[in-house]
């Protein structure tokens, strides 16, 4: 079974934040309509990997939806959105807060149409203080929360290519939209989800502002270097890179053991503790740059498995694709039936496994306007409206 069954979500989010959102609510089993522009969202194009110009993230965050296009700035509009919205037991937007107002997607004028509805929303900054009215992406709130400064080196700060606010903003939206329809199960209210940007990414680096609101440390940027143990850091092999990160006086010592002088470093009182490690970091990362640049990456890698100290290679992204965990594990789902594609995509299925309850990709991402007339008939439009909206331009 799938816990969402029944559920309707509507998704009018672009980008990531948004339609992420409504895509975890899909992967549970909700019925998640994209209502989208003629044509298709910008958001479809970002990346094309197809010959019709869909992009990557577009393929991420689609899957299992079903898309309604429909000029919103046309009157006619209005009734389908509020037959669409009566239907619907989740809205999710990511828009600024005046252009929900605009197209009457506020959470007061979505209860007038529906009581019990939950409006989950993502905004960069939030709903008050000085930034409310800004817009934002993933590096800005990276870079506002301080990970960018510690992410690089002094004078060049660093972004993370993975954009990990905008998907765990995602998840953390979708994470409030089921404590919502928790809280509705229960007392038949609707609510609002609010999320940020701005305070996932804090959420995220916390505990390097907990540390710098406690002590006033300064730290700066050491590049892949962890600051707080060692030897955590990449790795030069014979024939790419690794990286290990080794925490705790137990790995430490097995560390030192493989090194062959462990008595070295457990006499040591510069090595007592993992921040002492971190603070006098430069003997014990030469010791290790230069065990590694002996080794291949598999040798290495598979040497400090055997002591027990994690470690990884620095895969690019063709080795992540064939990876062997990641095809045991089923992490990747391919998708071959979506128009245009010159060869099948590899889309991250639902990334965590209920014992119980089925889940995941159903279905490829939709064409723009895919659902359109089938959505309208449900919503008890008749055939003749369906043509007359389509022939005027309202729908696609």
Same mark, same amino acid.
């Given at each position: 079974?799938?816990?969402?069954?029944?559920?309707?979500?509507?998704?009018?989010?672009?980008?990531?934040?948004?339609?992420?959102?409504? *895509?975890?609510? =899909?992967?549970? #089993?909700?019925?998640?309509? /994209?209502?989208?522009?003629? +044509?298709?969202?910008?958001?479809?194009?970002?990346a094309p990997i197809t010959a019709h110009g869909e992009g990557a993230v577009f393929l991420q965050t689609a899957c299992n939806k079903r898309?309604?296009?429909?000029?919103?700035?046309?009157?006619?509009?209005?009734?389908?959105?509020r037959r669409l919205i009566g239907s619907a037991d989740v809205v999710v937007a990511n828009l600024p807060p005046a252009t929900l107002a605009a197209l009457e997607l506020d959470y007061e004028s979505l209860c007038q149409v529906r009581p019990d509805i939950i409006l989950a929303?993502? *905004?960069?900054? =939030?709903?008050? #203080?000085?930034?409310?009215? /800004?817009?934002?992406?993933? +590096?800005v709130a990276q870079a506002m929360s301080g990970a960018m400064y510690i992410t690089g080196v002094p004078g060049a700060p660093a972004k993370a290519a993975a954009p990990y606010v905008d998907y765990t903003t995602a998840v953390l939206a979708a994470f409030g939209t089921l404590a919502a329809l928790m809280h509705r199960r229960a007392s038949g209210e609707g609510q609002e989800v609010k999320a940020t940007l701005l305070g996932t990414a804090l959420a995220v680096f916390n505990s390097h502002l907990i540390e710098q609101s406690v002590t006033q440390i300064g730290r700066?940027?050491?590049?892949?270097?962890?600051?707080?143990?060692?030897?955590?850091?990449?790795f030069a092999t014979r024939d790419g890179h690794l990286l290990t990160h080794v925490v705790g006086n137990a790995i430490f010592r097995r560390w030192a053991q493989l090194m062959g002088d462990a008595a070295a470093w457990d006499n040591d009182?510069?090595?007592?503790?993992?921040?002492?490690?971190?603070?006098?970091?430069?003997?014990?990362?030469?010791?290790?740059?230069?065990?590694?640049?002996?080794?291949?990456?598999?040798?290495?890698?598979?040497?400090?498995?055997?002591?027990?100290?994690?470690?990884?290679?620095?895969?690019?992204?063709?080795?992540?694709?064939?990876?062997?965990?990641?095809?045991?594990?089923?992490?990747?789902?391919?998708?071959?039936?979506?128009?245009?594609?010159?060869?099948?995509?590899?889309?991250?299925?639902?990334?965590?496994?209920?014992?119980?309850?089925?889940?995941?990709?159903?279905?490829?991402?939709?064409?723009?306007?895919?659902?359109t007339t089938a959505i309208l008939a449900s919503l008890g439009f008749t055939a003749a409206e369906i043509t007359a909206l389509s022939a005027s331009g309202v729908t696609g």
């Open positions: 079974m799938t816990v969402l069954q029944g559920i309707r979500v509507l998704d009018f989010g672009r980008y990531v934040a948004g339609p992420y959102c409504a *895509t975890l609510l =899909g992967y549970l #089993g909700a019925d998640v309509i /994209r209502v989208e522009r003629l +044509g298709g969202g910008e958001d479809r194009f970002i898309s309604l296009a429909l000029d919103l700035r046309r009157p006619e509009a209005r009734e389908i959105l929303t993502q *905004t960069a900054f =939030g709903d008050t #203080g000085p930034y409310r009215d /800004r817009g934002g992406f993933d +590096g700066v940027g050491s590049g892949n270097r962890v600051q707080t143990s060692a030897p955590s850091d990449v009182p510069r090595y007592r503790t993992d921040q002492s490690r971190g603070d006098h970091s430069e003997e014990i990362l030469a010791r290790m740059r230069s065990w590694c640049a002996q080794r291949s990456t598999a040798q290495a890698v598979a040497e400090l498995e055997r002591a027990g100290i994690p470690a990884g290679p620095v895969l690019t992204p063709q080795q992540a694709l064939d990876d062997p965990q990641v095809a045991a594990m089923g992490f990747l789902k391919v998708v071959a039936d979506y128009p245009g594609l010159a060869r099948p995509a590899q889309v991250c299925d639902l990334p965590v496994s209920l014992s119980r309850l089925s889940g995941g990709i159903r279905n490829a991402p939709p064409r723009a306007g895919e659902h």
